[in-house]
């Protein structure tokens, strides 16, 4: 055997072993709790616990999204709420994410935006709409509340949910110039003295969202920049590097974002240091900051 060949041998393996890795750690999910402290958070708020979840992108994580199940329902939580890209284009009919829901507790509220998958898909002349109303219907018996421009308040708490729905007009149609988008003519207004929660697929308006009124911004998308070098990613689904609200907790004035890396894949580049996650956010009264919070500036 030459020392050549022996080289290319040793470098296969490697290379295969590397896509094996991968290959496991997109499977495996990482459980992630992090606690948000809001100095003037309603006493009755304290200890609520969201979980956020996104970009299923029609996954399965064991028999009938049962792994994905266990996981979630371990982590006790006051609510579900799920930002967008939950199904796949055209070729998903939803199949795996009423199993997730239909296996979640019943009386456990799971919240919805749509994404871009929900809405549209790609095609050679540019994107092409689709109707998911049928979709939308069929989810209501497992107690999801879709909240495309709809607010939802807790029952007794001074806690409100508003969504923002996917729409190409408001990216692609404004250039994703965020000075050309005005959250009042698609998100309904915070309501004072409530805690403010918007749902919004995508991250890119935060600091518009943040000074509209709301107090925390739930997002996906992004897919945590799909391979991770370091502490960044690397691609933005808007086909460009290094996007700035990649994965993680950011803040604008008092404001706080979420970005969850989400749970499925796109194919053909696979997730590199990047595990899909289950995002656990407690709410809490106090000054105490977080230590991995990224606080970005005015533009």
Same mark, same amino acid.
């Given at each position: 055997?030459?020392?050549?060949?022996?080289?290319?041998?040793?470098?296969?393996?490697?290379?295969?072993?590397?896509?094996?890795?991968?290959?496991?750690?997109?499977?495996?999910?990482?459980?992630?709790?992090?606690?948000?402290?809001?100095?003037?958070?309603?006493?009755?708020?304290?200890?609520?616990? $969201? !979980?956020?979840?996104?970009?299923?992108? %029609?996954? /399965?994580?064991?028999?009938?999204?049962? &792994? =994905?199940? @266990?996981?979630?329902?371990?982590?006790?939580?006051?609510?579900?709420?799920?930002?967008?890209?939950?199904?796949?284009?055209?070729?998903?009919?939803?199949?795996?994410?009423?199993?997730?829901?239909?296996?979640?507790?019943?009386?456990?509220?799971?919240? $919805? !935006?749509?994404?871009?998958?929900?809405? %549209?898909? /790609?095609?050679?002349?540019?994107?092409? &709409? =689709?109707? @998911?109303?049928?979709?939308?219907?069929?989810?209501?018996?497992?107690?999801?509340?879709?909240?495309?421009?709809?607010?939802?308040?807790?029952?007794?708490?001074?806690?409100?949910?508003?969504?923002?729905?996917?729409?190409?007009?408001?990216?692609?149609?404004?250039?994703?110039?965020?000075?050309?988008?005005?959250?009042?003519?698609?998100?309904?207004?915070?309501?004072?003295?409530?805690?403010?929660?918007?749902?919004?697929?995508?991250?890119?308006?935060?600091?518009?969202?943040?000074?509209?009124?709301?107090?925390?911004?739930?997002?996906?998308?992004?897919?945590?920049?799909?391979?991770?070098?370091?502490?960044?990613?690397?691609?933005?689904?808007?086909?460009?590097?290094?996007?700035?609200?990649?994965?993680?907790?950011?803040?604008?004035?008092?404001?706080?974002?979420?970005?969850?890396?989400?749970?499925?894949?796109?194919?053909?580049?696979?997730?590199?240091?990047?595990?899909?996650?289950?995002?656990?956010?407690?709410?809490?009264?106090?000054?105490?900051?977080?230590?991995?919070?990224?606080?970005?500036?005015?533009?």
């Amino acid at each position: 055997m030459t020392r050549r060949f022996k080289t290319i041998l040793w470098g296969t393996a490697g290379l295969l072993s590397l896509v094996m890795i991968q290959a496991g750690q997109s499977r495996t999910i990482k459980m992630k709790a992090t606690q948000l402290f809001y100095p003037d958070l309603p006493k009755e708020l304290d200890h609520y616990r $969201m !979980v956020h979840i996104s970009d299923l992108h %029609g996954a /399965r994580f064991g028999r009938e999204n049962q &792994s =994905l199940v @266990r996981r979630i329902m371990a982590l006790e939580p006051d609510v579900v709420c799920m930002t967008g890209d939950m199904v796949h284009g055209s070729s998903d009919d939803g199949e795996a994410l009423r199993n997730l829901v239909s296996g979640l507790d019943q009386k456990l509220v799971k919240l $919805m !935006v749509s994404g871009n998958h929900e809405n %549209g898909r /790609r095609t050679l002349t540019g994107i092409e &709409s =689709l109707n @998911r109303a049928t979709l939308f219907d069929s989810l209501t018996q497992y107690n999801v509340r879709l909240l495309d421009g709809q607010s939802w308040q807790v029952p007794g708490l001074p806690l409100i949910f508003s969504g923002l729905p996917d729409r190409q007009e408001h990216y692609q149609g404004l250039g994703f110039n965020e000075a050309r988008f005005d959250p009042a003519d698609h998100l309904p207004a915070p309501v004072p003295d409530c805690f403010n929660v918007a749902l919004v697929h995508r991250p890119n308006y935060f600091r518009s969202i943040a000074r509209y009124g709301f107090d925390l911004m739930l997002s996906g998308h992004t897919h945590g920049g799909v391979i991770r070098i370091g502490s960044k990613g690397l691609l933005a689904p808007e086909r460009s590097f290094f996007p700035e609200l990649d994965q993680g907790l950011f803040a604008h004035g008092a404001a706080c974002l979420h970005v969850t890396s989400g749970l499925g894949q796109i194919w053909p580049i696979p997730r590199v240091n990047n595990q899909p996650e289950i995002a656990l956010l407690v709410l809490r009264r106090g000054t105490q900051a977080h230590p991995r919070m990224k606080r970005i500036a005015a533009r």
